[in-house]
């Protein structure tokens, strides 16, 4: 699996990253601190999931996930907050799961291993 991560945070990116590059299968392929930087690694780099800190699409005035959809209709997004009343919020606006930074990070490649799955069976909403 391609992964970003988007946080705003460089120690959260590094963290993430180092978490996900111990399991086969999984490559950080790009990094992000704001919604430009986001949207320009998903467009160059093309990953399967996007790992998104909920808070940082607000900085940019914009719907991201209209605009991350409209660079890949089949991109896995992957919300994530330290606030549990952001979960509603994040599937609302269209991520894929959501997962809280204070859980155990078992949720977090749970939640990548099914965005695997949906790729390997096809889109959502397919048989």
Known sequence: MRIVVADEQAKVRYALKVRLQQRPGMEVVGEAATVHELLAEVEGTQPDVVLLHWRIRKMAGLDL???????????FVIALSALPEACCEALDEGADAFVSKVSHPECLLEAIDAARKRRKDGPKGTD
Do not use: F, K, N, S
């Open 65 to 75: 996930m209209a605009a991350l959809r409209d660079i890949d209709p089949e991109l």
